[in-house]
C-alpha cells in the first residue's frame, strides 16, 4: 500500500535552515508529481510547493518562494523540501503527498505529517 | 490568486442528516475540484475530485457537484464517523488553494 513517511520536523530558531525528507514506498515514485501542504496549529491547509514526476517543473506558495526548495531523488524514493530562512510564521505540520496523477494537482495520499517549529 | 470561500464554516447535525457544504471560487475552476475529510490529528483524505467523481473506497453516501465557481458536497445520511473538517481546494491553477474549512459538529 502507499506509504509516506516524513522525517526532519523538529525546533529551529528564525533565521535558520531545515530539510523535510519524506520516504514513499507502495508505488512507482517516479510516475508520480509530489507536494508539500502545511498547517499551522489550529490552521486550515496551506498548499506550498509541487514537483513534477522527473523533476523538471516546481512551483511554489508566494509565501515561501525564495526561501524553500523542493526536490526528489528517485533513485531513493525520497521528496525533499529543504527551507532557509525560516520564520515564526512557518511553525506548522508539513504534509508530504502524491498528487493522483503525474500532474493533475488533487492529492490522493498523505503522509503522517511532521512538525516544524519555529521559535527562539 | 484563485480564493476559495466555503459556507457555512461550521455547522452542528445529528446521525443520519442530510448535510451539504458549498465552496465557491473566484474564478471559473473548469471542475478541477477536489473535496477532504480532515479528523483531529490526522492527515486529510480526498473524498471528491474533478468536483464529482469518487474517490475509491469513499462511501456512497458522499457526492459532490457543481461547475464552473459553485461547487457542493454533500453526506446524504451522516454517520458518526464522518464528523470532522472538511476542505474544497482548486486544482486548476497555481498557485493551489484550499478553502478556510467547514467543521461538522454533532448536534
Known amino acids: 500500500q502507499v506509504q509516506l513517511v516524513e522525517s526532519g520536523g523538529g525546533v529551529v530558531q528564525p533565521g535558520r535552515s531545515l530539510r523535510l525528507s519524506c520516504a514513499a514506498s507502495?508505488?512507482?515514485?517516479?510516475?508520480?508529481?509530489m507536494h508539500w501542504v502545511r498547517q499551522a496549529p489550529g490552521k486550515g491547509l496551506e498548499w506550498v510547493a509541487i514537483?513534477?514526476?522527473?523533476?523538471?517543473?516546481?512551483f511554489y506558495a508566494d509565501s515561501v518562494k525564495g526561501r524553500f526548495t523542493i526536490s526528489r531523488d528517485s533513485s531513493k524514493n525520497t521528496l525533499y523540501l529543504q527551507m532557509n530562512s525560516l520564520r515564526a510564521e512557518d511553525t506548522a505540520v508539513y504534509y508530504c503527498?502524491?498528487?493522483?496523477?503525474?500532474?493533475?494537482?488533487?492529492?490522493?495520499?498523505w503522509g503522517q505529517g511532521s512538525l516544524v517549529t519555529v521559535s527562539s | 490568486d484563485i480564493q476559495m470561500t466555503q459556507s457555512p464554516s461550521s455547522v452542528s447535525a445529528s446521525v443520519g442528516d442530510r448535510v451539504t457544504i458549498t465552496c465557491r471560487a473566484s474564478q471559473g475552476l473548469a471542475g478541477w475540484l477536489a473535496w477532504y475529510q480532515q479528523k483531529p490529528g490526522k492527515a486529510p483524505k480526498l473524498l471528491i475530485y474533478a468536483a464529482s467523481s469518487l474517490q475509491s473506497g469513499v462511501p456512497s453516501r458522499f457526492s459532490g457537484s457543481g461547475s464552473g465557481t459553485d461547487f457542493t458536497l454533500t453526506i446524504s445520511s451522516l454517520q458518526p464517523e464522518d464528523f470532522a473538517t472538511y476542505y474544497c481546494q482548486q486544482a486548476n491553477s497555481f498557485p493551489i488553494t484550499f478553502g478556510q474549512g467547514t467543521r461538522l459538529e454533532i448536534k
Open positions: 503527498a502524491r498528487d493522483r496523477g503525474s500532474w493533475v494537482l488533487d492529492i490522493d495520499y
Open positions: 514537483i513534477s514526476y522527473d523533476g523538471t517543473n516546481k
Open positions: 507502495g508505488f512507482t515514485f517516479r510516475n508520480y508529481a
